[in-house]
């Protein structure tokens, strides 16, 4: 069975600073993962989405991914954040399509001024 | 291209009671799911329609059920209400696994409240 953990429930930051959200998984098969966004009163945005090849994957909004499969890893990045950024954000990793997904229990990223 | 649409965005429901909520996919595609997502446990996958056909099922009781029509609109319907079941119901839609399509496509939901 796959599983997610986000390590950090929240992040505090401060505009312009850079950003980190931290994601495992565990599954015994290859996986695809995602991270989506999730503004106030809204549904989930895909920001980036890992499914083969480079490992290091480029999102909307300037945000990037590293796929790291040793450690079971996909982190979240972003080198300058803006108030704007503030939102929750989930990773999600399925196994044989997109269908079925499994959620990690989200990060409320909170950008201060 | 439209996106996916949820029916209806508000929903106050009393204990016992059923509900039916809808959701139209982006055009073309046939895989919709859906979530229930709750404070206290995240979001929980429900279930998968893919041509008509549930594929995938998460671990809901049976009062929990969907269907989807020839033209990809998918339905969920609770029975029975439970104050427990109050939650926002997020339908996804996202191509078939064959193409290059798979992330999924997120309606805006729909929030029940049972009383």
């Known amino acids: 069975a796959q599983s997610v953990t986000q390590l950090d429930s929240q992040v505090p930051v401060f505009e312009e600073a850079p950003v980190e959200l931290r994601c495992n998984y565990s599954?015994?098969?290859?996986?695809?993962l995602f991270w989506y966004v999730q503004y106030p009163n809204q549904g989930l945005q895909l920001l980036l989405k890992y499914l083969s090849g480079s490992t290091l994957v480029k999102g909307i909004n300037g945000f990037e991914a590293e796929f790291n499969k040793s450690q079971t890893s996909f982190h979240l990045r972003k080198p300058s954040v803006h108030i704007s950024d503030t939102a929750e954000y989930f990773c999600?990793?399925?196994?044989?399509?997109?269908?079925?997904?499994?959620f990690g229990d989200g990060t409320t990223l909170t950008v201060k001024p | 291209k439209a996106g996916v649409t949820q029916t209806p965005r508000y929903l106050i429901k009393t204990r016992g009671q059923q509900v039916t909520l809808s959701c139209s996919p982006i055009s073309g595609h046939r895989s919709v799911s859906w979530y229930q997502q709750t404070p206290g446990q995240g979001l929980q996958f429900l279930f998968e329609y893919f041509s008509e056909t549930q594929r995938n099922k998460g671990n809901f009781p049976g009062r929990f059920s969907g269907r989807q029509f020839s033209n990809s609109r998918s339905e969920m319907n609770v029975s029975t209400l439970e104050l427990g079941d109050s939650a926002l119901y997020l339908c996804?839609?996202?191509?078939?696994?064959?193409?290059?399509?798979?992330?999924?496509?997120f309606g805006p939901g729909t929030r029940l409240t049972v009383t």
């Open positions: 996804a839609s996202s191509l078939d696994a064959g193409t290059s399509g798979y992330e999924q496509y």
């Open positions: 999600a990793v399925s196994e044989d399509n997109a269908g079925k997904s499994t």
């Open positions: 599954s015994s098969v290859s996986v695809y």
